[in-house]
């Protein structure tokens, strides 16, 4: 048994490390509520009224990934200052790794645009647009979307009660550049060898349970809804992998959790943890060789994984994590209103 000093280390330590972690978390909301701010200030009047919304309004659930007309600011329109306040919120919002990644989904456009000469839509990296619902402050809801073509970053801010990150979607097209300057380069080259990695890992029973026995998916299951529920709970078990197996599975998810900053990132894979390795299942369906069209979730209690590769002869990756309910930052605006709730329960009992 531990003695009470050895106790009151602990609880003292685990204190800390909470007391920190809010800390940090706090630091990091302040970094974005200024850095957004000063984006905001940048703007002219007619920026900012295309730019800003309401935290209430329905455009904030209004989000897609496929080329199409968008509500925001867009890079098209900025000029040198406004597009440095720009890419300094979203270095901010994104983890390094995140940032490098969006910006090389931004500029497979320019690939495209080489591609189909005279194609049906406007393949440009300039057409991504920033969105800012609510007033950015560590006192209000607010939040903030940054979102083109195969790209649609969600974060949203509830006061005291923390930052929720999804929906949260990276695309590539093409998957592998074949040809020009950018030949060879693969932006979702880790989420897709990972997956493979997993997948081939297993014996021939491992296999019978994780791939599916379908025809492989045209694109994700989830699509662009706004609200999401687990998929058919298929697919092997965490539990049943080996402790190898497991760690593969384990940086599959912390690949994508690490698009964002460390401490959202941080947070994610303790819930997750939380709420039980062992239930969280990994799928697939198609081929296991590279250039094979295929597809993969990764699913648990609280969250979904969706990849999948077939358009374009295999070589169009879409990849999104929802959070079944913190997606728009649902279960932290529920928390609120709960703990506002029973602040104040009593006296609207008088």
Same mark, same amino acid.
């Given at each position: ?163 929720? #990150? %999804?929906?949260?979607?990276? $695309?590539?097209?093409? +998957? *592998?550049?074949?040809?020009?300057? !950018?030949?060879?380069?693969?932006? &979702? ?39 999401? #529920? %687990?998929?058919?709970?298929? $697919?092997?078990?965490? +539990? *049943?992998?080996?402790?190898?197996? !497991?760690?593969?599975?384990?940086? &599959? ?98």
């Amino acid at each position: 048994m531990l003695s009470l000093a050895r106790l009151i280390v602990l609880l003292f330590s685990i204190f800390s490390f909470t007391v920190n972690a809010q800390e940090s978390r706090i630091d990091l909301t302040q970094q974005m509520v200024d850095s957004t701010n000063v984006f905001l200030s940048s703007l002219s009047a007619q920026q900012r009224n295309n730019g800003t919304y309401t935290f209430e309004d329905e455009e904030r659930f209004n989000w897609h990934f496929i080329p199409r007309d968008r509500k925001g600011v867009p890079f098209r329109s900025m000029n040198a200052s406004q597009r440095e306040a720009a890419e300094s919120l979203l270095q901010a919002m994104f983890s390094a790794k995140g940032y490098q990644r969006s910006e090389a989904v931004r500029g497979l456009e320019s690939v495209l645009a080489e591609i189909e000469v005279n194609g049906r839509f406007d393949r440009d990296p300039e057409l991504y647009f920033i969105t800012v619902f609510g007033s950015p402050s560590l006192d209000n809801n607010w939040a903030l979307r940054y979102e083109g073509h195969h790209l649609s970053y969600h974060w949203t801010f509830i006061r005291g009660f923390g930052i929720a #990150s %999804s929906p949260q979607f990276f $695309g590539s097209n093409p +998957a *592998e550049v074949k040809a020009g300057p !950018k030949a060879g380069m693969r932006v &979702l080259a880790s989420e897709e060898d990972i997956g493979r990695e997993l997948i081939t890992s297993l014996n021939s029973n491992q296999q019978l349970q994780a791939i599916l026995p379908i025809e492989v998916p045209r694109d994700i299951f989830t699509m662009a809804e706004v609200e999401v #529920s %687990s998929l058919e709970n298929s $697919g092997i078990s965490y +539990a *049943e992998l080996t402790s190898q197996q !497991k760690l593969v599975l384990m940086s &599959l998810i912390e690949e994508l959790a690490s698009m964002q900053p460390e401490i959202i990132a941080q947070e994610r894979m303790n819930s997750i943890r939380s709420d039980g390795l062992d239930l969280i299942r990994f799928a697939w369906a198609g081929g296991l060789e590279r250039g094979d069209a295929h597809y993969y979730r990764v699913q648990g209690p609280s969250f979904l994984i969706e990849y999948d590769n077939t358009q374009n002869n295999a070589n169009h990756i879409h990849l999104v994590w929802r959070d079944f309910a913190g997606d728009f930052g649902r279960d932290l605006i529920r928390s609120h209103y709960q703990a506002v709730a029973a602040e104040f329960g009593s006296d609207h009992n008088h």
